[in-house]
């Protein structure tokens, strides 16, 4: 089966800044990528490269088999795109904004009535649909960009922090949307966030990235495994510590230590425990928590990048 | 193309009858001008007083400038608030986001300029050419619309900020009339300003279109001028195009 979405080693720089460098991206048709990565990492850039915005200064893309630069009206037949800033017209009706949005794509009238009423009570918008956008809620805004980016039926989504800014309820509604275009349409999604738990929730396919790179892909499982079944933490001042012998064995999946953190991705915390914090007794450190947990993303993340997420949710 | 230039047309058409700010500005805004401008400065030029009707023209123009100006300030606001990309991901030709906008903008004002010869011809001025004089008027009329719409486009396609945007567009706006013969005659002005009149578009469109009001000395043959308004439309929509092809990259 050909990729969906197939982008090869693109880069964009703005003058001086390194927005994105040698990132490359593969969807396969009828699944969820997440692109996740803190503000700044470069997510938007990217979408807007594949949404045929913004011409990648190196690299190539394909979508449904269609080169985004030369083939670009083909592309832009079979993508829906919503923005991480809300571009609705305050002054238009919600029905407005989506005929308009169904006239741009050249649906005939009868179709775009249809089509309205269909996605109004997916989204569950209601009688709201003919009040102006501008009296809407944060969630309402929302399901109306969805609502608007499925007038033409798209094969490929794409979704710029579809869930940026919304309550819990509106984040889980959203979340049912996404998996239902995916099980019941089949549809091709990439979206980009920071929200761990999102990717988790959605993505078949996991990319993080910072500063422009891509540092780790994979499915979540995959990324969550490769740091080993538990994670043993250890808060504390560790300025005696050197890397030991055992981190070589088997057993040991990942380590990681500043002076105030030791990370110790391992098959079995409750087996390993005694021997790891032995160890570091004895280097003359001060251990003050002490914890086993199974990893999340967040783990991959910081073990990726070295840092927290910023604005983790 | 035409599907889609319609569509973005209407959409800014409908929200122009919308908002009654905008709405009432532009009313109030040309009954200001004529009553303003072409009456009381008509008070103070010697001559037989049919001031209103010599610089009606330019009073056109100058509509025709604000719609501009507005043009642009619309598309850089959609531009800044990223309601552009609706367009830009939609499978339609550039050019004809491009003539959606120009063609909002020019009958906006229309609109306008249809207040401005009502009040004009409350206020005395009056039609003296002929039929044809009056259609070559309106063809100047549009030319001249539409070049400056392009270009109020192409400016607001570069610009960071409104204020930007405002400092860049002022340029275009009273200076361009006054380095013309717009709104008084060049007769009297010195050499250097006259040549700098013969390189300006407001020049170009009175000499076409005022015969049709107002006795005319022409400086240049209105068949030349409307060559040169053509070859302007032509010019300001090729840079608007090219730049905003250009914001993709």
Partial sequence: ????????????????????????????????????????????TT???????????????????????????????????????????????????????????????????????????????????????????????????LARCLMMEPK??????????????????????????????????????????????????????????????????????????????????????????????????????????????????????????????????TIEEVSITRPSLGDVFLQATGRALRDER | MYTATHTIWL???????????????????????????????????????????FMLPGILALTALGSATGGGMMFLDERLRGILREYQVAPIPRMSILLGHILATVSKSFFQIFIVLSVAFVAGARISGDIGNLAMSVVALILFAVGFASIALAVAMRSKSIMGYHGMIFLFNLPMLFASNALYPLENVPTWMRWLAMFNPATWYIEVARPAFAVHTPIMSSLIALTLLCAFVAWSIQIALSRFRAMTS
């Fill in chain 1, 156 to 285: 490929v989504l794409f979704l710029d922090e579809p869930t940026q800014g919304l309550d819990p309820q509106h984040r889980a509604l959203i979340w049912d949307y996404i998996r239902m275009l995916k099980t019941q349409q089949g549809m091709t999604v990439l979206l980009t966030t920071h929200g761990m738990d999102e990717a988790e929730a959605l993505a078949d396919v996991v990319g993080i990235i910072d500063h422009g790179k891509m540092m780790h892909e994979g499915t979540p499982s995959a990324l969550i495994g490769q740091l080993g079944s538990d994670l043993i933490r250890l808060s504390g001042t560790f300025t005696h510590l050197h890397t030991p012998e055992w981190t070589s064995e088997q057993w040991v999946t990942s380590w990681q230590a500043s002076e105030t953190e030791i990370r110790i991705g391992v098959d079995i915390g409750a087996r390993r425990i005694t021997q790891v914090i032995e160890f570091v007794n004895q280097s003359g450190n």
């Fill in chain 2, 11 to 53: 959409r800014h058409m409908r929200k122009f009858f919308r908002n009654r700010e905008e709405l009432g500005g532009l009313i109030i805004q040309p009954i200001l001008w004529v009553a303003l401008f072409g009456i009381g400065m008509g008070r103070m030029l010697p001559g037989d007083g049919d001031y209103v009707s």
């Fill in chain 1, 1 to 44: 089966m050909q990729p969906m979405i197939q982008a090869r080693t693109l880069a964009k720089r703005f003058g001086e800044v390194v927005a994105v460098r040698n990132i490359s991206v593969s969807v396969m048709p009828g699944s969820v990528y997440a692109l996740l990565g803190p503000n700044g990492a470069g997510k938007s």
């Fill in chain 1, 47 to 145: 979408i807007n490269m594949l949404t045929t915005l913004l011409k990648p200064d190196q690299g190539s893309i394909t979508i449904n088999g269609h080169d985004v630069e030369r083939e670009s009206d083909l592309v832009r037949r079979v993508i829906g795109v919503t923005f991480q800033d809300l571009v609705l017209d305050r002054d238009l009706t919600g029905r407005e904004a989506l005929d308009f949005a169904g006239r741009l794509y050249n649906i005939e009238a009868s179709k775009r009535r249809a089509r309205i009423t269909d996605l109004v009570e997916m989204v569950g918008l209601g009688d709201a649909i003919d009040r102006m956008t501008g009296t809407y809620s944060g969630g309402m805004r929302r399901r109306l960009e």
